[in-house]
């Protein structure tokens, strides 16, 4: 059965860390475009990270975020620095088989989500 699980997310006051993992079932991620999305409340979901053979960030999170995978524990991790109350949502990643970055439609397995919360 394949199947992502997220998890690490949580409540976090402004400026500190969180990281995020998204351990993989049912096949093998490094043969995989590996994406984290997030959704905040009224908002649509959006892309923030991605890595293939390169790691892309959406610009609102440069220098704050990092994607890295580990192939032998079928995991990618988003580490995230220096939070801030607008990074609040819920982080999905997804799985994509097809030459993709952002495009949602082109991913096809998609974790539950996991909640980050950025607040005092």
């Known amino acids: 059965q394949v199947q992502l699980v997220e998890s690490g997310g949580g409540l976090v006051p402004p400026g500190g860390s969180l990281r995020l993992s998204c351990a993989a079932s049912g096949f093998t991620l490094d043969k995989y475009v590996i994406a984290w999305f997030r959704q905040a409340p009224g908002k649509e979901r959006e892309g923030v990270s991605c890595?293939?053979?390169?790691?892309y960030y959406a610009d609102s999170v440069k220098g704050r975020f990092t994607i890295s995978r580990d192939n032998a524990k079928n995991t990618v991790y988003l580490q995230m620095n220096s939070l801030k109350p607008e990074d609040t949502a819920v982080y999905y990643c997804a799985a994509s088989q097809r030459i993709t970055i952002w495009s949602r439609a082109r991913y096809d397995y998609w974790g539950q989500g996991t909640q980050v919360t950025v607040s005092s």
């Open positions: 890595i293939t053979s390169r790691t």
